[in-house]
């Protein structure tokens, strides 16, 4: 599949990402808890060369204020968050969570991927 829509911003890097996640749902499918994909994905990103950190602390900002910090699962090329689940089903709350993540991070790129459902979930938000 090519995931690649240059519309986009950094759809080359969003792609790779997306990509990634897919071998490693194709290998392990359902069932496992996140640190496990989170994990996989990590050699997967290295493989690629992808610019990433892995549970990075990130500042939390109110009106430019910093007023906490959060680890999000990867920040990639310093501008993708990336947020990984293992749930069933997402919710229309963890999609809000998201949005709210890219607002208070002040990101550009959140990707949202579930590993728990039978297919993977991937969901691109961009501000």
């Known amino acids: 599949m090519n995931y690649v829509?240059?519309?986009y911003y950094k759809s080359d890097i969003t792609a790779k990402i997306i990509q990634c996640a897919y071998r490693v749902h194709n290998f392990f499918g359902t069932g496992f808890q996140e640190v496990i994909y989170q994990r996989a994905l990590k050699?997967?990103?290295s493989g690629?060369?992808?610019n990433f950190e892995r549970e990075k602390e990130m500042p939390i900002f109110y009106k430019e204020l910093e007023i906490g910090?959060?680890?999000v699962d990867f920040l990639v090329d310093d501008d993708i968050m990336v947020e990984l689940k293992a749930l069933t089903k997402l919710e229309d709350v963890h999609i809000a969570q998201l949005m709210n993540y890219i607002e208070a991070y002040k990101v550009k790129i959140g990707l949202l991927i579930?590993?728990?459902?039978k297919k993977l979930e991937v969901k691109r938000f961009i501000k």
């Open 43 to 45: 050699i997967e990103f």
């Open 69 to 71: 910090k959060r680890r």
């Open 48 to 50: 690629l060369g992808l």
């Open 5 to 7: 829509d240059d519309r």
């Open 114 to 117: 579930n590993f728990g459902a």
